[in-house]
């Protein structure tokens, strides 16, 4: 009979051991010397005092380590301390370096290489990874570290890796316990003692470096808060803060005299007019004197050698100064020179290490304090700016007087085609203010404006319209007047309140055009283009239009309660950004989509912010829809304002484009074509789905690019009537000459 016999493994005779105490009696009995018995019971009594120890070394961690490299020396004795009372055979430490990418092993006050934090690998460079204790049986059966440990790849064991991370989740060290497989294996009561030693140890460490930070910092932080501040408080006056910085530099490196020099980067110069008396006045603070200035070059003197190359002078000859730059990141605000220690013969290396810091806060407060002074200075210039400006945009009571006497035409005055999409403004210039107080009060009453401010109100406007040949106030009127059309043809649609808003929008919404698309004010970066980063002339027309509303005697809304004024002015945006022609082609798919689905519905707030936003851009080009004759005069004054703009890009080195190019003006019926065919007609139709009330505007639109097409046809005919001319002239010539011959 065959007998299968099972090799034991180590857990075996362990449990056996066990589960049968007298084997191992019997054993230490008769094969065990005395000297082996004394020894292991010298051990065993050892292990309370051990822990005890352990314990102790923790402590001392956070009260007597003043670097980093003690750190590891005390870590090192704590776990040679836990790993004797675990029975471990070896431990090891490793350190990450390299902003956590890489470990080496610290033994014996030295670091060496070992590798990579990664997976796959060891089991320190895996828990470096997951930054998770682990325990691994029998580590040279695990296919998950291929290298085993720190002490090679062959051990056959078990291994117990913890990673050391502190309190501030600063992960500081990994510790490896590994025990042959021939000892027993870790128990609960080992884990549970190098889980707490370690425990006790990243605590501990954290508890030192605060201390270590607090300790060195407590007195000099204490004296920085007191004494910035002092400097920040009274940061009105640049003296003010020369002296609270001269006074709290002297206390705080015992020096008996102090000079600082402020920069002069105009006249490339060091100056001062504040100095130290060498005295204290009654409260014992220096005795400081504003007197003339003295100037010298910067590149003079220590002050001087110090500002050029930002670093600290000690010791200059006598060994009893110390001269250090004033500076920020990016500027050198001036130099400060501390004479005689008071302390002692020379000024120390703490003196330095504290007076660099206490610059910094010297030169945030010279800094701040001269933006204060600059801002307080732009602040003073503003104002007397927009005194200027307010005078000059903001109608005088003379100019306000004749229309404030009559502000409404007697009726048998007006056009009678005001109320009509066709009315032109072009032969009714001069009451053109009377027309539109007419339109609002037909619209919204006479009671619903107060009468002088919005005569004061719209003669402003039209001032702060610049004199250019299509975007002035003529335009701005048939804008407001088209508006005021379409919500006429619209009954029931809009509320009062948006009414209000998208009519004066209308009036505003180019006021103070200078004649030049947006794309000019960006390719050439500048003023505006920097304040504005999309739709630079829009924003610009609506904060011109915000400053005339904030205007005292302007202010036409001021029945209207804070949050009501607020939506106002919103409403007000929404349709002045309307009209950049840039955001129309996204609104009118949109719109034209949801028409063409069936889903459009003007109760929905979002489809109805879009509906007043098309109908702004169908205001906004209305002149394409006026009578033929209007239509081409309109389009000359357009074009005369496109080649200004062109004839501007060429003197600077620019190619303007085909429209703006007064070279080829011959194009532009076909370009007018084009802008009907590829905006106006769509944009019309669209419209029009929305608001039937604007039909008259797509069937003038149309009629108007009929008018173009037969200008296009009669330019050809007579270009073929030339050229045949020509031809026959030619053919004529050549027919003399040859009778001739």
């Known amino acids: 009979m065959n007998v299968l016999i099972r090799e034991l493994s180590v857990q075996d005779v362990r449990n056996f051991l066990i589960q049968n105490p007298e084997v191992i009696e019997s054993h230490l009995l008769y094969n065990v010397t005395t000297d082996a018995l004394e020894s292991l019971l010298t051990k065993k009594r050892e292990r309370p005092l051990l822990q005890l120890t352990g314990q102790i070394l923790s402590k001392k961690l956070a009260c007597s380590v003043e670097s980093d490299q003690q750190i590891y020396e005390r870590i090192e004795e ?65 296919p998950r570290f291929p290298k085993g440990t720190g002490h090679g790849g062959n051990f056959e064991g078990d291994v117990l890796c913890l990673p050391v991370i502190l309190p501030t989740d600063d992960f500081i060290a990994v510790v490896e316990i590994v025990k042959n497989e021939l000892k027993h294996p870790f128990n609960t009561s080992e884990l549970k003692l190098i889980n707490t030693c370690l425990g006790w140890m990243a605590a501990c460490i954290h508890e030192n470096g605060l201390r270590r930070i607090m300790s060195a910092q407590e007195t000099l932080n204490d004296f920085l808060l007191e004494s910035t501040k002092h400097m920040f408080i009274e940061m009105t006056s640049i003296d003010t803060v020369v002296q609270n910085v001269m006074t709290f530099t002297k206390e705080l490196v015992n020096a008996d005299r102090c000079s600082l020099f402020l920069v002069d980067d105009e006249n490339n110069e060091l100056f001062a007019d504040i100095f130290d008396e060498g005295k204290k006045d009654e409260n014992g603070r220096p005795l400081l004197s504003k007197k003339s200035k003295i100037r010298f070059d910067k590149n003079k003197g220590i002050a001087g050698f110090v500002l050029r190359k930002g670093s600290v002078t000690t010791g200059y000859k ?40 206490f610059a910094v806060y010297c030169a945030l407060a010279l800094h701040y304090c001269r933006l204060f002074n600059l801002l307080a200075q732009q602040k003073a210039q503003y104002r007397v700016a927009m005194e200027v400006i307010q005078y000059h945009s903001v109608c005088t009571e003379e100019e306000m007087e004749p ?54 109100f719209v003669l402003t406007v039209r001032k702060n319209y610049r004199q250019v040949t299509y975007h002035n106030w003529l335009h701005g009127f048939h804008v407001a007047h088209c508006v005021w059309c379409i919500i006429d043809q619209s009954p029931d649609i809009f509320s009062d309140f948006e009414k209000m808003a998208l009519v004066i929008a209308g009036i505003c919404h180019d006021v103070d055009h200078r004649g030049y698309n947006n794309m000019y004010f960006q390719k050439l970066n500048l003023p505006l283009a920097s304040l504005y980063s999309t739709s630079v002339m829009e924003q610009h027309h609506y904060k011109q239009t915000v ?7 302007l202010d036409i809304f001021s029945h209207l309660s804070a949050s009501e004024y607020k939506d106002m002015l919103e409403l007000i945006r929404e349709a002045i950004m309307a ?28 489809m109805r912010k879009k509906a007043k936003a098309l109908m702004m851009t169908g205001a906004d080009l209305c002149a394409i829809c006026k009578p033929w004759a209007t239509q081409k005069r309109t389009v000359k004054d357009l074009y005369e304002e496109f080649f200004m703009q062109g004839d501007e890009e060429k003197k600077l080195g620019f190619d303007p484009i085909p429209m703006m190019d007064r070279t080829k003006q011959d194009q532009i019926p076909q370009q007018q074509i084009g802008f009907m065919d590829f905006i106006c007609i769509p944009l019309y139709n669209t419209l029009n789905s929305i608001l039937p009330g604007t039909k008259p505007l797509i069937e003038a639109c149309c009629e108007n690019r009929q008018c173009w097409m037969e200008v296009v046809e009669r330019a050809k005919e007579e270009k073929q009537t030339i050229e045949e001319e020509k031809q026959r002239k030619e053919e004529s010539e050549e027919q003399t000459e040859e009778r001739n011959d």
């Open 78 to 142: 704590l776990i040679k301390i836990v790993s004797r009372q675990v029975d471990a055979d070896y431990y090891t430490i490793y350190v990450p370096r390299k902003n956590l990418t890489e470990l080496c092993i610290y033994r014996n006050g030295e670091f060496f290489e070992y590798g990579p934090i990664v997976k796959g690998q060891t089991v320190a460079a895996h828990v470096a990874f997951d930054k998770q204790p682990l325990f691994v049986e029998n580590v040279s059966m695990d």
């Open 547 to 553: 400053f005339i509303l904030h205007t005292k005697g």
């Open 403 to 456: 229309l404030l006497k009559q502000p409404l035409l007697p009726p048998e005055e007006i056009p009678p085609d005001l109320t009509t999409y066709y009315f032109s403004g072009f032969h009714f210039s001069n009451v053109l203010p009377q027309l539109f107080i007419q339109l609002v009060v037909d619209m919204f009453g006479r009671e619903s404006f107060e009468i002088p401010k919005l005569c004061r």
């Open 318 to 357: 006598t060994k009893n100064i110390l001269c250090m730059p004033i500076a920020t990141k990016s500027k050198i605000h001036g130099v400060v020179e501390m004479i005689n220690s008071i302390r002692s013969d020379h000024f120390s290396h703490m003196d330095e290490h504290a007076l660099q810091m």
């Open 579 to 606: 009209t950049d022609l840039a955001l129309y082609f996204g609104n009118q798919k949109s719109i034209a989509k949801s028409v063409e689905e069936g889903t459009f519905d003007l109760a929905d707030d979002n």
